[in-house]
């Protein structure tokens, strides 16, 4: 619950926090190591049909389907739907840790994601001939319904800056270098 001034909102009730000086140690780490890097392993495997399980760590698999316009079953969320999910989880958690570094407590946080996405290629199976540039999501737009104790300028620039910084939007955002081989 929160009440309205003119310029800022009183926060009553605040979603569950993270570990401020754990955040801020985790930052600092960062500063003095910027050539640190994770590696993150997915294990995919197909069941039938476009249903597939990714296994991430010690997690329930993730689940991928098509829809049945496309052939699937249409029993989970399609590849380009766990693609956006994966994008607002990672602003959901920069937004999350800009605002816990900036000691703004948040009461709210939504994000919204559409993707204009289009697959006259059919995956390359016989589909329209296309270049790499024409395939996949052509527009992303996200809409960030966020509350806090901070004036709507403040939270606007806690979003605007965990989305200059997210991993994933920049992965999205600027060619990397991608292989793919068969296993050994």
């Given at each position: 619950?929160?009440?309205t001034t003119e310029s800022t909102k009183t926060v009553t009730a605040s979603l569950r926090p993270i570990d401020r000086e754990g955040l801020l140690a985790f930052a600092e780490k960062g500063r003095n190591n910027t050539k640190s890097r994770g590696t993150n392993k997915v294990h995919t495997?197909?069941?039938?049909?476009?249903?597939?399980?990714?296994?991430v760590a010690d997690h329930h698999p993730v689940v991928v389907d098509e829809p049945l316009h496309l052939f699937g079953q249409n029993t989970?969320?399609?590849?380009?739907?766990?693609?956006?999910s994966g994008l607002g989880g990672c602003l959901a958690v920069g937004i999350t840790a800009v605002a816990t570094q900036r000691q703004v407590s948040l009461s709210k946080l939504e994000i919204f994601l559409e993707g204009d996405i289009g697959n006259p290629a059919a995956w390359g199976a016989g589909g329209a001939e296309m270049a790499p540039a024409d395939m996949g999501f052509q527009a992303i737009r996200?809409?960030?319904?966020?509350?806090?104790?901070a004036s709507r300028e403040d939270l606007d620039k806690i979003v605007q800056h965990a989305n200059f910084y997210s991993p994933v939007a920049n992965t999205m955002r600027n060619p990397i270098p991608f292989e793919?081989?068969?296993a050994d």
């Amino acid at each position: 619950m929160t009440t309205t001034t003119e310029s800022t909102k009183t926060v009553t009730a605040s979603l569950r926090p993270i570990d401020r000086e754990g955040l801020l140690a985790f930052a600092e780490k960062g500063r003095n190591n910027t050539k640190s890097r994770g590696t993150n392993k997915v294990h995919t495997v197909m069941e039938g049909q476009y249903r597939s399980f990714s296994y991430v760590a010690d997690h329930h698999p993730v689940v991928v389907d098509e829809p049945l316009h496309l052939f699937g079953q249409n029993t989970a969320p399609a590849p380009g739907e766990i693609v956006l999910s994966g994008l607002g989880g990672c602003l959901a958690v920069g937004i999350t840790a800009v605002a816990t570094q900036r000691q703004v407590s948040l009461s709210k946080l939504e994000i919204f994601l559409e993707g204009d996405i289009g697959n006259p290629a059919a995956w390359g199976a016989g589909g329209a001939e296309m270049a790499p540039a024409d395939m996949g999501f052509q527009a992303i737009r996200v809409k960030v319904l966020i509350e806090g104790n901070a004036s709507r300028e403040d939270l606007d620039k806690i979003v605007q800056h965990a989305n200059f910084y997210s991993p994933v939007a920049n992965t999205m955002r600027n060619p990397i270098p991608f292989e793919i081989s068969l296993a050994d």
